[in-house]
């Protein structure tokens, strides 16, 4: 059974802050994808990374996939009050189906 | 154009009580997904449709579940009867093109609470 392990479960931190949030596993994925969710939302896609190795940059947001693609990392930088939400990791199967970590709640205080 | 709803966005029922969930996928798309959060876990896959047929069920938790597909549209997860562990949000998503990594997209969810 491919697991995700995400960590922090929880974060507060001041505006202004860097912050990293963690995925991790033992299993190889095709691809590995960061979601945002919003209370009584359903997830939305922020990016996916494919290639081991792999960086993508969104705005203040830096997003890494492992060279060995089991593990992704998402950073934040100056944190914002607008970055308060549910981050969700997911690593694609081959079978299509996505590996859901448990998500990272995030609370930035101005 | 009109993303992926859910209805109902709540349903509390009891306890051997039947339950059935709808989704509508975004127009055109081919994959249909259903998962399921339970309070305080991780987001689970319970099943995949490419237009209307079943192309991996095998999240799906037992036989008190059954999901359709009709006509390759919109879908629904009846859950009969239902036990209290099946309470959590129900999520379906869409995307593009059958046996292609597209990007998901996902509905708000239904939360469902079992008495």
């Known amino acids: 059974t491919q697991l995700l392990e995400q960590s922090p479960q929880f974060l507060s931190i001041q505006e202004g802050e860097n912050l990293t949030v963690y995925c991790n596993s033992s299993s190889v994925f095709s691809s590995l994808q960061w979601y945002r969710q919003e209370p009584g939302e359903g997830p939305v896609l922020l990016v996916t990374?494919?290639?081991g190795g792999e960086v993508k940059k969104l705005k203040r947001l830096t997003f890494q996939f492992g060279d060995a693609r089991k593990d992704s990392s998402l950073h934040i930088t100056a944190a914002q009050p607008g970055d308060t939400g549910l981050y969700l990791c997911?690593?694609?199967?081959?079978?299509?189906?996505?590996?859901w970590g448990a998500g990272t709640k995030l609370i930035i205080k101005p | 154009e009109a993303g992926v709803t859910q209805f109902p966005s709540h349903s509390v029922i009891e306890k051997g009580q039947t339950v059935t969930l709808r989704c509508d996928p975004i127009s055109g798309h081919d994959n249909l997904y259903w998962y399921r959060r339970v309070m305080g876990k991780e987001i689970k896959f319970l099943l995949h449709?490419?237009?209307?047929?079943?192309?991996?069920e095998s999240g799906m938790p037992n036989n008190r579940f059954l999901a359709e597909r009709t006509g390759g549209t919109y879908s629904t997860l009846k859950v009969q009867p239902a036990e209290l562990e099946d309470s959590g949000v129900y999520f379906c998503a869409s995307s593009p093109k059958a046996f292609s990594t597209d990007t998901q997209y996902f509905g708000p969810g239904t939360r469902l609470t079992v008495l």
């Open positions: 449709f490419v237009k209307e047929s079943k192309q991996d």
């Open positions: 990374v494919v290639t």
């Open positions: 997911a690593g694609e199967a081959s079978n299509y189906q996505l590996i």
